[in-house]
């Protein structure tokens, strides 16, 4: 049974690529079959004429199949076919012997030569081409009315021809055109499928990193603190040590609710601003007691009308807040920092500002690598403006979101 089984398997193999030669191969093909056709049809046209007693019938196959059989290169050499085709024709005609279906031949190399060249040359080429029924005119000295039957004849053939090789022309620079604008197509498509992935995981990445910096930046405080009192007030340094639990315990609950939305897959192609918990500005109040107790001392403040914003103003502002005390406590040893937000009618505006203590040396600035850009990003995706320099002895940022003024009520 293996042997019947691979046999069968051969087989289909074989038949698969015959077929698959043979459809490669049916242009060729096609010319060699209809040569064939046309000089056995011509060879018996020949053997049933009449020729002049000095010449046998089968005289005029040594010149009219070889040129036939020139059909086979039309696709090649269009105009060449064509002109030995022809020239063979009238010559003969000249000599008065039966040309067979040498005149279809004419109309297929005809149809070649234009079907590949433009208008200019499709009408040289039937121009050309009009040599052969005027020769036939003149050499059997036709009478007016055949004249004209033969010339008008010849021009219709002739239209008929051009006009079917012009419309296959156009119809396969279409087909070319589609199929250009589909493979651009394809290709945009995949380039915008590309420039997506890497949106979307440049605004991952700065999930992570807003979660990630800013809980190991209050780890690392809190630490800090921990360890300096642990031999002078322990009560103090065991309340410190919780806190430092509780942010750890913070941050890791929200790696986990991003990693699990990344690993939902039905979360695909949403939003990260979409994704649960979302952070908003009633948190920044615990953000900035998270950081007390430090060498910076902070302050928090809020003006205006304070209302709810949109879940998006809500999480950038949230972020902008966040990253810049990341900042402050990775690179001002010790001073004041102030944090503000003031609702405005069309905008809420936030200020962050840090002076460092006495004698320390003032850094340029607090952002360096991706965080003044990822926030750039943020605030450009809404419209707003932020603005980031050193002051006097210290930093500050400004991010302007714009708002409306009955945000609370949408």
Not at 237 to 255: C, D, I, N
Not at 273 to 284: A, I, K, Y
Not at 311 to 326: C, D, K, L, S
Not at 347 to 367: D, K, W
Request: glycine letters at 8%; a neutral charge.
């Amino acid at each position: 049974m293996v042997d019947h089984a691979l046999g069968r398997t051969a087989a289909t193999t074989s038949r698969t690529g015959l077929w698959a030669w043979l459809v490669a191969h049916r242009a060729v093909l096609g010319d060699v079959g209809f040569v064939l056709v046309l000089a056995v049809a011509h060879g018996f046209d020949l053997s049933i004429g009449e020729y002049p007693p000095w010449m046998d019938w089968w005289w005029p196959l040594l010149v009219s199949v070889p040129a036939t059989a020139l059909l086979v290169l039309r696709r090649r050499a269009p105009w060449t076919v064509f002109l030995v085709i022809l020239v063979v024709t009238i010559a003969l005609t000249l000599l008065k012997l039966y040309i067979g279906g040498l005149n279809l031949a004419i109309l297929i190399a005809i149809y070649s030569v234009c079907v590949r060249g433009s208008l200019a040359v499709s009408v040289v080429a039937g121009t050309v081409a009009m040599i052969f029924p005027v020769t036939q005119v003149v050499v059997f000295e036709l009478t007016p009315v055949e004249s004209f039957l033969r010339i008008t004849g010849g021009v219709v053939n002739l239209v008929m021809v051009i006009g079917w090789a012009r419309t296959m022309q156009i119809g396969r620079q279409r087909a070319a055109q589609l199929e250009q604008t589909l493979t651009m197509l394809d290709e945009a498509r995949d380039q915008l499928a590309a420039d997506a992935a890497v949106v979307e995981r440049a605004r991952i990445a700065r999930e992570f990193h807003d979660i990630v910096s800013h809980n190991l930046s209050v780890v690392a405080l809190r630490a800090g603190v921990a360890r300096a009192l642990i031999d002078r007030d322990r009560d103090h340094a065991r309340q410190t040590l919780q806190e430092l639990e509780q942010s750890s315990r913070s941050a890791l609950g929200e790696m986990r609710n991003l990693l699990n939305a990344l690993r939902d897959s039905n979360s695909a192609g949403r939003d990260p601003m979409d994704w649960q918990p979302t952070p908003r500005l009633d948190g920044v109040d615990a953000l900035v007691d998270s950081v007390r107790g430090g060498r910076v001392e902070w302050r928090f403040d809020r003006r205006g009308q304070v209302r709810e914003l949109g879940p998006g103003v809500e999480m950038t502002a949230y972020r902008i807040v966040q990253e810049a005390m990341t900042n402050v406590l990775k690179h001002a040893g010790s001073g004041r920092a102030r944090v503000l937000l003031d609702y405005g009618p069309t905008a809420l505006r936030i200020e962050v500002t840090n002076h460092q203590g006495t004698g320390e040396v003032p850094l340029v600035s607090h952002f360096s690598g991706h965080g003044l850009i990822g926030l750039r990003e943020r605030v450009a995706l809404l419209g707003g403006t932020l603005t980031a320099h050193p002051v006097l002895n210290g930093f500050h940022l400004e991010a302007v979101l714009p708002c409306a003024e009955n945000s609370d009520l949408a």
